[in-house]
């Protein structure tokens, strides 16, 4: 079992000259490799649990995987998760070696177009009761509050009820980890809608579309091209989820 906290003497100092010695909670890294059909493929910065959902996640929100049906195998052991995947399902893969903690990097952003019909489909429609309180919650997640060292997201149900929810110290690798639990769990995304504690740009979304969620909120900032994309796409963005108000950029027809 890999710790996910670990406890550190530290000395804290104050503007009067207090000083207080006390033992304090950070999140651990954990250096993660990624081997996909025999050939390592990418090496990620991540929080070290939940480890099978994050794989899953990132391979479904890079548009390598269209779900848990496209993997023979995926086994994790000692740093090293080895993936599988169906024959008619291996093909051209994107360049990469180093995914950091942000999680940004080596997104497909050519192939999320032809997913938004699944999108535009939905008949997902969410209160806004429902989507603050959602909000609020990931101010709760129990490894934030222990070491206030991660990026949190939550999978919710149109009523607001908590899915599937993650902490990982990249804000990227934590939506995937809820991903991939939600794949897992076998939840129907066209009809969920998902938390996040970090910004939206353009990236953030494209997991969004690549995943089939319909809406995607956070308590933080939206950017031009995030919403762009979610124009284009038919994903409904939603920032500044704080203080009793959120902000709609775009399709706000799911929002009741």
């Given at each position: 079992m890999i710790d996910i906290i670990s406890k550190r003497k530290i000395r804290r100092l104050f503007l009067t000259g207090k000083v207080e010695e006390l033992m304090d909670e950070l999140i651990n890294e954990y250096l993660l490799r990624i081997r996909l059909d025999g050939e390592d493929f990418i090496q990620a910065v991540v929080?070290?649990?939940l480890l099978e959902e994050f794989v899953l996640g990132f391979l479904l929100t890079r548009g390598l995987i269209n779900g848990q049906e496209d993997i023979s195998s995926l086994e994790i052991s000692e740093g090293l998760a080895s993936v599988e995947r169906n024959?008619?399902?291996q093909g051209s893969r994107p360049v990469a070696t180093l995914l950091e903690s942000t999680g940004s990097r080596n997104i497909d952003l050519s192939s999320h177009s032809r997913l938004a019909r699944g999108i535009r489909g939905s008949r997902l429609k969410v209160r806004v009761k429902s989507l603050i309180e959602?909000?609020?919650?990931?101010?709760?997640m129990p490894i934030f509050n222990r070491t206030g060292g991660t990026h949190c997201a939550i999978l919710f149900s149109p009523s607001g009820d908590p899915l599937f929810s993650a902490e990982d110290l990249g804000r990227h690798n934590s939506v995937d980890k809820v991903i991939g639990g939600g794949l897992k769990k076998g939840i129907d995304f066209n009809e969920s809608w998902l938390a996040v504690s970090g910004r939206l740009p353009k990236d953030m979304i494209i997991k969004a579309v690549l995943s089939g969620i319909p809406l995607i909120a956070s308590v933080s900032a939206v950017t031009s091209e995030g919403v762009r994309?979610?124009?284009?796409?038919?994903v409904t963005v939603v920032g500044f989820g704080r203080e009793g108000r959120i902000n709609c950029y775009c399709h706000p027809f799911r929002i009741i």
């Open positions: 929080s070290p649990y024959p008619r399902n959602g909000i609020r919650m990931l101010k709760r994309t979610g124009e284009e796409s038919g």
